[in-house]
């Protein structure tokens, strides 16, 4: 009788490899990369590339002279978090040094520090970009204004983001969110849908982020768990705090278009490494993010509160995966 072997699991055979998946999501960055280079022009170019490179530099130099490991550089896993580190800043020319400095951090602390892809517990971008907003608060807090098509100069023009003007704006005695708006001419929806409104690289247009995030669903680099689950909650808290009182709560549809709400939940939640296997935990994993956001923009002193409520849960991931572990053989 011939007798079968039969190797250990897993037995699942697929094409797939990590290579493939960082490279997709690298795709799925470009139509924010364009957009940043439409309405920040140079500046926004400049700060992706030094980004991208210090990553490329850090990891190459780590890997080759301390870990003694071959270099892994070229499966665009430190492109991805170069690009969300400057998706995260604003882009003003005194940033083109520091993110220099967060993607080090980034890299180094973020990531290499745990000993790679893979095995890092928190997003190695926001550890950068938290980095750097606490090292760093003026240059990290002044935004440029949003100015014509391609324009190429360096020099930029101080503003602020809807929400840092409407947190700014209801200090003051007697004001509300509405008389804020109405002074100081905020972007309507429609626009800020576009892109026309302050804030960093990648989170001034949610339709340059829906179409990488579509075409991520589409090729099953992510599940809709957790960016569901985290704009819902986020809508929904946000909903109820402007039920209850709508002259101090911004309302939920802005809430979501404002900030970095859509690029958080659809491109830093979603990592694999730091977020939750099962989709149960995804689900309170995204939830989690959504209600912490809402905490930290109405009661924290920022006015944003993505790259906080995202780590924050990175660390109790691994109980969500310890709580939400999967019946074993469909037991």
């Not at 590339?49 to 890997?63: D, H, K, R, T, Y």
């Not at 247009?205 to 990488?212: H, K, P, T, V, W």
């Amino acid at each position: 009788m011939k007798l079968l072997k039969v190797s250990g699991s897993p037995h699942v055979h697929s094409d797939e490899s990590t290579k493939k998946i960082m490279w997709r999501v690298n795709m799925a960055l470009v139509p924010m990369l364009l957009v940043a280079i439409a309405f920040y022009g140079l500046n926004a170019l400049l700060i992706s590339a030094v980004s991208v490179g210090v990553c490329l530099l850090v990891q190459w130099l780590i890997e080759k002279f301390m870990l003694k490991t071959p270099t892994t550089i070229c499966d665009g896993s430190a492109v991805v978090t170069g690009l969300l580190l400057a998706f995260n800043v604003p882009a003003t020319a005194e940033m083109i040094w520091i993110v220099a400095i967060g993607a080090l951090v980034a890299m180094g602390i973020g990531k290499m520090a745990f000993g790679g892809l893979g095995k890092n517990p928190f997003n190695p971008a926001l550890v950068g970009r938290v980095f750097m907003l606490i090292s760093f608060p003026v240059q990290m807090t002044t935004w440029p204004t949003v100015g014509k098509w391609f324009p190429m100069s360096l020099d930029t023009v101080s503003g602020a983001t809807p929400l840092g003007i409407i947190k700014e704006g209801l200090t003051h005695e007697g004001a509300t969110v509405q008389s804020v708006i109405a002074e100081n001419g905020l972007p309507s929806l429609w626009e800020i849908f576009l892109g026309h409104m302050g804030g960093s690289l990648g989170e001034i247009s949610a339709l340059a982020i829906l179409i990488g995030a579509i075409y991520l669903l589409c090729t099953k680099v992510i599940s809709w768990h957790i960016p569901v689950s985290f704009i819902g909650s986020a809508f929904v808290f946000a909903g109820i705090l402007w039920l209850v009182n709508p002259d101090q709560y911004i309302d939920p549809l802005t809430t979501i278009l404002t900030g970095g709400i859509m690029l958080g939940a659809c491109f830093m939640a979603t990592d694999m490494v730091t977020s939750p296997m099962s989709k149960s935990a995804q689900l309170i994993f995204g939830c989690g993010c959504g209600l912490l956001t809402i905490i930290i923009r109405n009661w924290g002193s920022y006015p944003e509160g993505v790259s906080f409520a995202i780590l924050l849960m990175n660390s109790v991931t691994p109980l969500l995966n310890r709580w939400c572990k999967p019946a074993r053989f469909a037991k």
